[in-house]
């Protein structure tokens, strides 16, 4: 009998650990208040956002299952001495949402929602007929135990509020590239409130998760 309730608390350990990993959110931000953007000082050096080569991954997430799919930095520039960020902004194009875990009808379904395509559904995620740019502005750069931290101010459908996020940066000749970890929003914050549960009730098990994972990769080329 004790060797039973031994082996029953290892599995229930194994089973509880498992849950809390799965349902783990991956450098979760706060949105706060928007903050001023920072100037860098005159001798800094410019580059220019590749947009060919930059781009943002996204995952988006029901109970049963995921979708991923990326979004096009169309425009921006990061400035930067003795290669360390000093001031940056860049502008994503939300006209390119991108859904890369389905194929054809479905796939365009999905995308189609997201843009806000269709009538009754031009506000149920991004409306890009209305708000077709997204934007990110650099307000300071930080060290947190071990990491550079990025803080900045995010628009999304007009909403501009102040996240920070881990990524890593380089400057090698002419280029500089910028990548972060994932990193985890709560949609809700900037007005995308369709199918969730902190949002509408008795939706059951028909709702869509507040949290959207992100992922930055920037490329950007010496003015």
Request: aromatic share 6%.
């Amino acid at each position: 009998m004790k060797t039973k309730l031994i082996n029953l608390f290892a599995i229930t350990a194994i089973i509880v650990a498992a849950t809390s990993c799965k349902g783990e959110k991956k450098n979760e931000t706060e949105a706060t208040a928007a903050e001023e953007v920072v100037e860098a000082p005159a001798e800094a050096i410019t580059f220019i956002v590749d947009n060919a080569a930059s781009t943002i991954d996204w995952v988006g997430k029901k109970p049963t299952e995921n979708h991923t799919g990326t979004i096009n930095i169309a425009k921006g520039k990061v400035k930067t001495q003795d290669g360390k960020i000093q001031s940056g902004s860049f502008v994503i194009d939300m006209t390119s949402i991108n859904v890369t875990d389905l194929e054809g009808d479905q796939k365009a379904g999905l995308e189609g929602h997201l843009k806000g395509e269709g009538e009754g559904k031009e506000d149920h995620f991004f409306n890009v007929a209305q708000f077709p740019n997204a934007s990110f502005e650099v307000t300071s750069i930080s060290e947190k135990e071990g990491k550079t931290m990025i803080e900045g101010n995010l628009t999304i459908k007009g909403i501009k509020k102040n996240i920070s996020f881990p990524a890593s940066t380089s400057v090698e000749g002419n280029t500089m590239t910028l990548n972060s970890e994932v990193f985890t929003i709560n949609r809700t914050d900037w007005g995308v409130n369709y199918g969730s549960k902190s949002v509408f009730e008795n939706l059951g098990d028909k709702f869509i998760l507040d949290d959207i994972e992100l992922k930055v990769s920037l490329k950007a080329n010496k003015a």
